[in-house]
């Protein structure tokens, strides 16, 4: 198993651009997440999915779309690029249940310049 | 409203013990996670405490008080390979987020000869 691969591992965006950040488990995992982390700061969910066709807004979903159409994928979207939206992006999944854990993807590091 | 606390940086010298700890405000509760997270990579999951006591696993341990909000994680036998962040992480059903967690901001552990 993959588990949960992430692309792009880089990008940098001029303020204005959009782009797709990708998201692939192959767990089998229903729940699916994203998350960004800034530098110091702790990890804020972005968007949640609970299966596919489900998605719902997390803390920070402000400039970011999603969208679940297999369990096994999990795009996000930014429209319109700001210098905010620097910041690591992790996607990850897990199977729900009490003490199932969430399974990290490797991020991606977005610029936006 | 929700909120984590633990320690921003500490150190501590190879081959000791060192105890991370962790205090949470959150309106409800289902668990608490610990994470491990190297620079420039994804966390990956150490331990979980739903329920009041200590859970060991090999040189790691995770304590969780409720009563209290409440936890620590031990690392005994420091290796150097252990210089990380540590992130605490609680879940919190009724903050909404399905399974989303909310994070501290981490807890750089430095290990030093």
């Known amino acids: 198993n993959a588990g949960v691969t992430q692309t792009p591992k880089f990008r940098i965006l001029k303020i204005g651009q959009s782009m797709t950040l990708q998201c692939t488990q192959d767990?089998?995992?229903?729940?699916m997440y994203w998350y960004r982390q800034d530098p110091g700061m702790g990890l804020k969910l972005i968007y949640y999915s609970v299966g596919a066709g489900i998605t719902d807004k997390g803390e920070v979903p402000n400039g970011y779309n999603v969208s679940r159409s297999t369990t096994e994928d999990f795009p996000l979207r930014l429209e319109l690029a700001a210098p905010s939206q620097t910041s690591v992006y992790f996607c990850?999944?897990?199977?729900?249940?009490?003490?199932?854990?969430?399974?990290f993807g490797p991020g991606t590091r977005l610029t936006v310049l | 409203g929700q909120n984590i606390d633990q320690p921003t940086e500490m150190t501590a010298t190879e081959g000791a013990i060192v105890q991370i700890n962790c205090t949470y405000q959150t309106s409800g509760f289902n668990g608490l996670f610990w994470y491990q997270q190297h620079a420039g990579e994804a966390p990956t999951f150490l331990s979980y405490?739903?329920?009041?006591g200590l859970e060991e696993k090999g040189r790691f341990s995770s304590f969780l008080s409720r009563s209290k909000g409440y936890s620590y994680l031990l690392l005994k036998e420091l290796q150097m390979k252990d210089s990380a962040s540590y992130l605490c992480?609680?879940?919190?059903?009724?903050?909404?987020?399905?399974?989303?967690?909310?994070f501290g901001k981490g807890t750089h552990l430095i290990i030093q000869p």
């Open positions: 992480a609680v879940r919190d059903p009724s903050g909404g987020g399905a399974d989303g967690l909310t």
């Open positions: 767990m089998n995992h229903n729940y």
């Open positions: 990850a999944s897990s199977y729900p249940g009490s003490a199932d854990t969430q399974y």
């Open positions: 405490n739903v329920l009041d």
